[in-house]
């Protein structure tokens, strides 16, 4: 690689050394956050079949709400919101590349999100995904769609609000993504959909590493993110949001 | 049209031309701001290190600074009531040293949500260091510009 860029160097008056070492660098930093390589095989397929194993979310205790069936139902097929994450992720190729990609960071590598990432198809990736959103609901709201943050916030007229707490004013959460745009307002927040789909967004902003808005690690946590308490001052492993992500049974080796 | 009268309309018309938008010498200002600020002083715990950055297409377009700080949008806007949500306006003025925006958040059509009300959002330059405040709920942040910062 290296001599094809030196020699592409020699050929061109217009390469500065500058854009070299920023694309040694690029390179460098791609391959360190790499995860492993994906085998072959499906570990978690039913009866040998290439079937998606149906994996309920544990309820009660320290684990979560009932109403958090509306991600994934008791006998462990997608509620009516997991199916809008399902078919969020698997609408445009960009999408399924960013979020199925097999080198996520964090995954196989520390912290260890999903250690059986490499081995996943994409729609086991997106039962993760389904599994991932409703603990970061848990912990947020309880899965409770009309939940609000009453205490002390910097602005009374934009509480954080519903299943992923988000702003309630459009002009506070727009520039987070095309699906935050919807309308100001309590009610509005309070559609299930409509909070799904800009967390979507929000999560793919995350993903994008430092080239996205919040200039994170691209992991899922600790990195920066619009949820607190997957912050790095926060915890490292995620806090309540990551121990809950680590008990979806198909990221166990 | 008499003296008076083209008097008047001027009169009527020159607050919507003072906080009718940002113009590009300002938004060439504001993005000479951007970069990681630390907290040096902050009354309130949502006061967080962080990174200060131009977002949002046009009409939405705005200052963030961290997770939790967003003025904007950088224009006079209005979004009328249904029967869902209230009628939300904003008044955005900028001067050399500050930004102030003025939301107004009133004719909801549910009550019980506790949206009403009135915000004002200041954020004053001065060198390196903002201070960014809130009128009605005494929340300040103070920042200074610093190389890089762990959000």
Wanted: proline share 4%; net charge positive.
């Amino acid at each position: 690689m290296r001599i094809l860029i030196l020699a592409l160097t020699l050929f061109s008056s217009n390469v500065y050394s500058q854009d070299i070492n920023d694309l040694f660098n690029q390179v460098q930093e791609a391959v360190s956050n790499a995860g492993n390589s994906p085998e072959a095989g499906c570990p978690h397929c039913v009866d040998g079949e290439t079937r998606l194993k149906k994996l309920p979310l544990p309820i009660g205790g320290r684990n979560f709400n009932a109403k958090c069936t509306s991600f994934i139902k008791s006998d462990g097929t997608y509620g009516k919101w997991g199916k809008l994450i399902v078919k969020y992720l698997n609408k445009t190729d960009e999408r399924k590349e960013r979020f199925f990609s097999p080198a996520l960071p964090g995954m196989q590598t520390t912290p260890r999100s999903c250690p059986n990432w490499g081995n996943m198809t994409n729609d086991q990736k997106g039962q993760f995904w389904v599994w991932t959103f409703a603990s970061i609901a848990q912990v947020e709201s309880s899965c409770n769609k009309r939940s609000v943050n009453t205490g002390a916030v910097p602005n009374r007229n934009d509480r954080p609000r519903g299943l992923f707490q988000l702003n309630t004013l459009r002009s506070a959460r727009a520039w987070r993504g095309p699906n935050c745009r919807f309308p100001s307002g309590a009610e509005n927040v309070y559609i299930a959909a409509n909070s799904i789909h800009c967390s979507l967004d929000i999560m793919s902003e995350i993903l994008k590493g430092r080239s996205g808005e919040y200039r994170g690690n691209g992991k899922i946590f600790p990195t920066n993110s619009y949820w607190e308490k997957l912050r790095p001052n926060h915890s490292s492993t995620g806090g309540d949001i990551g121990r809950l992500i680590r008990k979806f049974p198909g990221c166990m080796l | 049209m008499n003296i008076i009268s083209k008097t008047v309309l001027i009169l009527l018309f020159l607050p919507s031309l003072v906080f009718s938008g940002i113009s590009s010498k300002q938004l060439n200002q504001l993005s000479r701001l951007k970069g990681s600020y630390k907290v040096t002083k902050g009354s309130h715990k949502n006061c967080s290190d962080g990174y200060l950055n131009i977002v949002g297409k046009e009409d939405d377009k705005g200052i963030r600074i961290g997770h939790s700080i967003f003025l904007g949008p950088f224009k006079d806007s209005l979004e009328k009531p249904t029967n869902k949500n209230c009628r939300v306006s904003t008044k955005f003025k900028m001067s050399e040293k500050s930004i102030t925006v003025k939301t107004v958040v009133d004719k909801c059509a549910i009550k019980r949500n506790l949206e009403e009300g009135k915000t004002t959002q200041h954020l004053i330059i001065k060198n390196n260091k903002l201070e960014y405040k809130v009128d009605e709920t005494g929340y300040s942040c103070f920042y200074s510009k610093v190389e890089k910062v762990k959000e």
